[in-house]
């Protein structure tokens, strides 16, 4: 089993619209998450952190942890085409010092 | 700025030839990690460094090597060792702790 597992996609949204990501994770004790967005042929950009249980708002983003379900969500509000991107899920578990485990990442297409 | 950078941006290494990826970061950062990234893969930790002169293994060490005797730089060697080395390599630092990482830009190694 995959330590953080995302689906790949493509997500293909129009533009406007609300886009959801997930990312699930297998250990339980994991107290911190990431969002980053990477666009093709260039690193990753961290963009949303979340540490509670619960919604965390930024801007156009939204980040949400359950971690009764091991669960933890990306949406993004209003779309834009400069949103079309992949977009990592990372998550630091316990006992890992600070290491970061991404999961593989969801390509997100927004369409005109 | 400050920032990490990683160099060269491009890299070819013929068959049998040990090359070093250079990554500098002025964020007075203790911590810094190498991560190799392939497609549909994600990022797969190679090395990482949480203080001078100490550094551990990461999921995929095996025909790597690294260094740390400045706070600032954490080089990747790239050994002949390693079989299947053409791929994105990006450097991340972590200062405050509970903060997601900072990537440099990337080296994508190409073996010709």
């Known amino acids: 089993q995959k330590e953080v597992e995302q689906n790949s996609g493509p997500l293909s949204v129009p533009e406007g619209a609300i886009a959801s990501l997930n990312c699930t994770y297998s250990d339980r004790g994991s107290q911190s998450f990431f969002w980053y967005r990477q666009y093709s042929g260039k690193s990753p950009e961290l963009i949303m952190s979340i540490y509670s249980n619960g919604d965390k708002e930024d801007g156009r983003f939204t980040a949400q942890l359950n971690k009764a379900s091991q669960y933890v969500s990306l949406l993004i509000r209003d779309s834009q085409p400069s949103d079309s991107a992949t977009y990592l899920c990372a998550v630091k578990s316990t006992g890992t010092a600070s290491k970061l485990t991404f999961g593989t990442g969801t390509r997100l297409q927004v369409t005109l | 700025d400050g920032g990490i950078t990683q160099s060269p941006k491009y890299l070819f290494r013929k068959e049998g030839q040990n090359v070093t990826l250079s990554c500098e970061q002025n964020l007075n950062h203790d911590a810094m990690y190498w991560y190799r990234q392939d497609p549909g893969q994600g990022l797969r930790l190679i090395y990482y460094?949480?203080?001078?002169?100490?550094?551990q293994k990461g999921d995929i060490a095996e025909g790597y090597s690294v260094s740390r005797e400045k706070k600032e730089s954490f080089p990747l060697t790239v050994t002949s060792a390693q079989k299947n080395p053409t791929a994105f390599y990006l450097c991340?630092?972590?200062?405050?702790?509970?903060?997601?990482?900072?990537f440099g830009s990337g080296t994508r190694l190409t073996v010709v």
């Open positions: 460094s949480q203080i001078v002169n100490d550094f």
């Open positions: 991340a630092s972590r200062g405050v702790r509970g903060l997601g990482y900072t």
